[in-house]
């Protein structure tokens, strides 16, 4: 089992910064291959993913935040990461964290991702 716990969430004006981190643990973590994700669920919206990153350390990101948000991970910390920059108030959301152990590009669906931690907040006000 992978446990996966988001913190770093928060209140900010637009125009701020927040790094979300995303601490692993478990058995089940050290896949040889895998994908991590942050996804983002606002209300009475599905959930959508922002960033995700492979084991080869290959980046993407959907088209609303690139340029804005960075994706990385500290192998050693077991730790994900996701820079915000420039946030605006339609990046309200509830952020998560995802894993699932995967060959190739990360998938961008939710169902792909095995293992998925509580969530975070993040509130962008104008």
């Known amino acids: 089992q992978v446990q996966l716990v988001e913190s770093g969430g928060g209140s900010v004006h637009s125009g701020g910064s927040l790094k979300l981190s995303c601490a692993a643990s478990?058995?089940?973590?050290?896949?040889?291959?895998?994908?991590l994700g942050w996804f983002r669920q606002a209300p009475g919206k599905e959930r959508e993913e922002v960033a995700a990153?492979?084991?080869?350390?290959?980046?993407t990101y959907a088209g609303s935040v690139k340029g804005r948000f960075t994706i990385s991970q500290d192998n050693a910390k077991n730790t994900l990461y996701l820079q915000m920059n420039s946030l605006k108030p339609e990046d309200t959301a509830m952020y998560y964290c995802?894993?699932?152990?995967?060959?190739?590009?990360?998938?961008?669906?939710?169902?792909?991702?095995?293992?998925w931690g509580q969530g975070t907040q993040v509130t962008v006000s104008s």
């Open positions: 995802a894993s699932t152990p995967w060959g190739g590009i990360c998938p961008t669906q939710e169902y792909f991702f095995t293992s």
């Open positions: 990153i492979d084991s080869d350390g290959s980046a």
């Open positions: 478990g058995s089940g973590f050290t896949y040889r291959r895998y994908c």
